[in-house]
């Protein structure tokens, strides 16, 4: 039996190390600096051009997020993105347009989106051009006639940018990182903005069309499937459609010479798996695995809750592993020997969040042990059935180490630290041993398939927790998940 040599928040931890070692993408660090710096008195233009100013986190207009008060826009719901660009690899230059059709929720005569950095050449709403102006962290687009809560609109923004990344309060870059032949995205949690004008919070989940024109040659892929590749003049495009509700934070966009590969899960699941043509014969072994874990969990957590699932192999810095929906991201180095603990944990860990954090998503931020815990708790069940540890002993183990303070209120900096994970895991742990095993399942299950396709906050699973127990839960959820010191021994099991 192997003792956890790593676990994931420590993977974070490299990611963390990677992204900000001396030189190493100084260049972006540089530019991040950049538009971080307080904006200037925010500029109208004359149209169809914006201006572009930089990000001035204090400008932001949010929707009251705690740990990311920018994210998010006031009266908008965003139903669906057409997201259209295009991209070369040896320009590193990305230009296009996001179609978005959205509803609002208040009276508006003006909205915003979320945007870092981008400069925007061309707005419309409802087909005409209006003069936006680039506040900071906002886009700001001001509609041609007041709107009114539950109209529809269609905006329209044409955008560029050649370097896409920004600092996140949570120590790493993320956003749009250049390869030597091709790209991906990271997104979580404020990533999205900093390369496409949205709604970049996980309450407002929306589908989305990605029409990727690359190089002839290369492969684009994003979430969902492939409804159409076709040459155009010396490019090829590639269209994939994401029908299930997704939050901007779990985009998956991969450019270079990948091959898609297809193949079948449990009850006909489509997995569409992608891979670096040069890796093919390597990476099969992990797309072998996939249908044993998804039958696993799914006797635990319900149906897989999406259309497709697949794992993508991306030529990024190691220590990378992503829940991007419905098709987990991971880096091909973590993945060159073959399929032992760290494998298994990184590929379970990342199928997990497609039950926790992609069908049912965190509805604010400091909600993030409703996917982290659980991934960590799902992870550890695999681990046990794969032969490699017993989830009892992680979660002994989790409990010893844990540092002090509460899983329910992260600082932004810790968002992805122990107690996220492990810590929060804990908490699972105790709740199984405290209502037993049947009522612990059924509660993962109807969180899971009651939830699905939208957001939902830690007071909605102590809700649902009550109701499946048949008994008022405070006193656990305070003494486990609140306290800043939890317990120092679990409870005796049912
Ligand atoms: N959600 C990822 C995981 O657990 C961790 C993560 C957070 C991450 N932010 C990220 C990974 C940004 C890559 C990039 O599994
Ligand atoms: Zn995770």
Same mark, same amino acid.
């Given at each position: 039996? *192997? ?35 307080? @904006? ?49 690899? =040896? ?20 909205? =915003?989106?979320?945007?870092? !950095? ?7 709403? !409802? ?18 006639? /007041?709107? @009114? ?16 990344? *920004? ?26 903005? @900093? ?25 684009? %892929? ?15 495009? &590639? ?20 091959? $898609? ?11 569409? @798996? ?7 014969? =390597? ?76 069908? $049912?998503?965190?509805?604010?931020? %400091? ?56 810590? !929060?895991? %804990? ?8 209502? +037993? ?9 109807? &969180? ?5 396709? +939208? ?6 699973? *102590?809700?649902?927790?009550?109701? $499946? ?21 679990? /409870?005796?099991?049912?």
């Amino acid at each position: 039996m *192997i003792r956890r040599p790593l676990m994931l928040a420590a993977t974070v931890a490299t990611l963390v190390a990677c992204a900000t070692a001396p030189g190493v993408r100084s260049e972006r660090a540089d530019q991040v600096t950049t538009t971080s710096q307080p @904006s200037p008195t925010p500029s109208p233009t004359t149209s169809p051009t914006t201006s572009s100013s930089p990000a001035g986190d204090e400008l932001g207009d949010g929707i009251g997020d705690a740990l990311f008060p920018d994210l998010g826009n006031p009266g908008l719901d965003v139903v669906h993105y057409d997201v259209e660009l295009s991209y070369d690899p =040896t320009t590193e230059r990305v230009d296009g347009t996001v179609g978005l059709d959205v509803t609002l929720t208040s009276a508006r005569d003006e909205i =915003t989106l979320d945007a870092v !950095g981008l400069t925007a050449s061309n707005v419309t709403v !409802g087909g005409e051009s209006v003069v936006a102006v680039a506040d900071g962290p906002e886009l700001r687009i001001p509609l041609p006639q /007041p709107g @009114s809560a539950g109209d529809s609109l269609r905006i329209e923004v044409s955008y560029g940018f050649e370097n896409a990344q *920004i600092l996140s309060p949570i120590g790493f870059s993320i956003g749009w990182f250049n390869t030597p032949g091709g790209s991906y995205v990271l997104n979580e949690p404020d990533g999205a903005r @900093s390369w496409l004008p949205c709604n970049d919070h996980p309450s407002d989940k929306a589908t989305y069309t990605f029409t990727i024109a690359v190089p002839a040659g290369l492969t684009a %892929v994003a979430n969902g499937t492939l409804t159409d590749h076709r040459t155009v003049g010396d490019q090829e495009v &590639w269209t994939w459609q994401q029908d299930d509700p997704m939050a901007t934070y779990l985009i998956q966009l991969l450019t270079g010479d990948y091959e $898609v590969v297809d193949g079948t899960g449990p009850d006909g699941l489509p997995l569409i @798996s992608v891979v670096l043509r040069a890796d093919k014969a =390597t990476m099969q072994q992990f797309i072998d695995v996939t249908p044993a874990m998804i039958d696993f969990f799914d006797g635990f957590f319900g149906p897989y809750p999406l259309d497709s699932y697949g794992i993508a192999m991306t030529d990024s810095f190691g220590g990378l592993a992503m829940e991007t929906q419905g098709r987990s991201l991971f880096s091909r180095d973590d993945f060159l020997g073959g399929l032992g603990y760290t494998q298994q944990l990184l590929l379970s860990h990342e199928l997990a969040h497609q039950w926790y954090g992609d069908a $049912v998503s965190p509805a604010r931020w %400091v909600d993030i042990w409703l996917n982290e815990s659980f991934a960590t708790y799902a992870q550890w069940m695999w681990l046990e059935h794969a032969g490699f540890s017993l989830a009892g002993e992680e979660a002994t183990f989790a409990l010893e180490n844990r540092p002090p303070g509460s899983s329910a209120d992260p600082s932004a900096q810790d968002l992805f630290g122990y107690n996220s994970y492990d810590g !929060g895991a %804990v908490v699972l742990h105790a709740l199984r041993l405290t209502i +037993g095993d049947d009522k612990f399942f059924e509660l993962l299950r109807r &969180w899971a398939t009651e939830n699905s396709g +939208g957001s939902r906050t830690t007071a909605d699973f *102590i809700d649902l927790t009550q109701t $499946v127990a048949g008994a008022p839960m405070g006193d656990f959820f305070d003494t486990w998940l609140f306290a800043e010191q939890p317990p120092s021994e679990f /409870p005796i099991g049912q």
